[in-house]
């Protein structure tokens, strides 16, 4: 008797969910999650080859929120092919249409500024056709020595413009934020950029290619190799549909005056 009720009761809960889901048939949807509490990298689906122990693992003395984050140090012999250096984690990965959006915010740390330029986030499509990088985040040293600047840029590894940068302070957490409107057609596609709280970018801009599928590693990438040993913390990690889900955080310098 009391089972026959228990699922009477689960067949109404069923019912009643399907009911909500079609009355908001574009609910919000959380695509991807890394906040490194599970104190692992269980959160994501897979690490880069070559690494050894220490170089990706959870961190508890460095951490934007919780007990956990995720440090990536990059080291000579991390090597992806004869071009490239990886230390990364598989991250968010999207299924996308023209003029379809996604929405991702992470918090990003350095103890020490970069000695070469890292890439540390990039959206790249998956074949078919081909591999795809369409856009990169990087930090670099200034040529003059006087500090780190950030970077953003479209086409493989930002070859296709430079669209936003700006100077990037070592010992802090920082939040980026983005919504990247994917269209082939440079005159549709759009990529807003939120820094520490602050809407930085705004702009049209080709976002995509023929690929469908597009995935993000988020850790430390360089082309070519080089032997500086570089630390990156990656904490809050967050791929959703909606702007409101990424919580960008507003700041006292992000506010109006
Ligand atoms: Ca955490």
Known sequence: MQQTAWRGGLGLVILLSCALLQLNPAAAEI???ADFETGDFRQFSGKSKNIKPGHIEVDTDVV?????AGRFTIHEDNVFNA???????????????????????????????PKDRDN?????????PRYNNVMTWWVEPKKDGSGTLIKYG???????????????SVGQWHQLGMHIHWSEDPTQGNVKLWWDGALVLDKKVQTKGPQTVYFSQPGIHRDPHSASVDTIYFDDILC???????EIQKTDSAKPK
């Not at 479209?154 to 990037?168: C, I």
């Open 120 to 128: 540390f986030f990039y959206w790249e499509g998956s074949p078919p």
């Open 31 to 33: 695509l991807f999650k």
């Open 64 to 68: 934007h929120s919780g007990k956990y």
């Open 240 to 246: 959703a549909t909606t702007l409101e889900e990424i």
């Open 83 to 113: 071009r490239q250096l990886r230390v990364q984690a598989n991250g968010p990965k999207v299924t996308v249409k023209e003029g379809s959006d996604t929405f991702v915010s992470f918090y990003m740390y350095m103890n020490e500024a």
């Open 154 to 168: 479209t086409g493989n590894l930002g070859r296709k413009g430079v669209h936003w940068e700006a100077d990037f």
